[in-house]
């Protein structure tokens, strides 16, 4: 298992957050919310709460929004692997920063590739 060094702001729903979109891709707020509490139901999950955590996750480039879609971003992505430390965000960056990540708006298809129109789908793609 990969050591993840955290920041003091990281909760252990925002490691669940993380997890659950890593595994499952895409989902919006109340799809990952109703995810989340069913897998684990002690987790602090109120409304107000768990937007906070999701805004602080996309303030840090963890999490990518495109419409009403949340998915996990590369840097999540590496942070999950080990690649990347919270706990020295301030002073390194993320492989790959300038890469792109983008989900679909039409589809929810996710990539790094930089493209401006999902493969699947041809929907409009927001690059991160």
């Known amino acids: 298992m990969p050591v993840r060094l955290h920041a003091e ?5 925002d490691e669940r957050v993380l997890e659950t979109l890593d595994e ?23 409304a107000d ?18 419409d009403d879609l949340v ?23 993320p492989e790959d920063a300038d890469s792109g990540y983008w989900i679909c708006s039409e589809c929810g298809t996710t990539g790094t590739d930089g493209a401006a129109t999902c493969p699947v789908c041809d929907g409009d793609s927001e690059l991160r």
């Open 71 to 93: 998915g996990i971003s590369t840097t999540g992505e590496q942070f999950l692997r080990g690649d990347y430390h919270l706990a020295d965000a301030a002073t390194s960056e």
């Open 24 to 46: 499952t891709g895409p989902l919006t707020r109340p799809q990952l919310r109703a995810t989340l509490a069913n897998l684990s139901p002690l987790l602090d999950l109120s």
């Open 9 to 13: 702001w990281l909760t252990q729903t």
């Open 49 to 66: 709460g768990f937007d906070e955590r999701c805004e602080k996750l996309v303030a840090h480039d963890l999490l990518v929004e495109n």
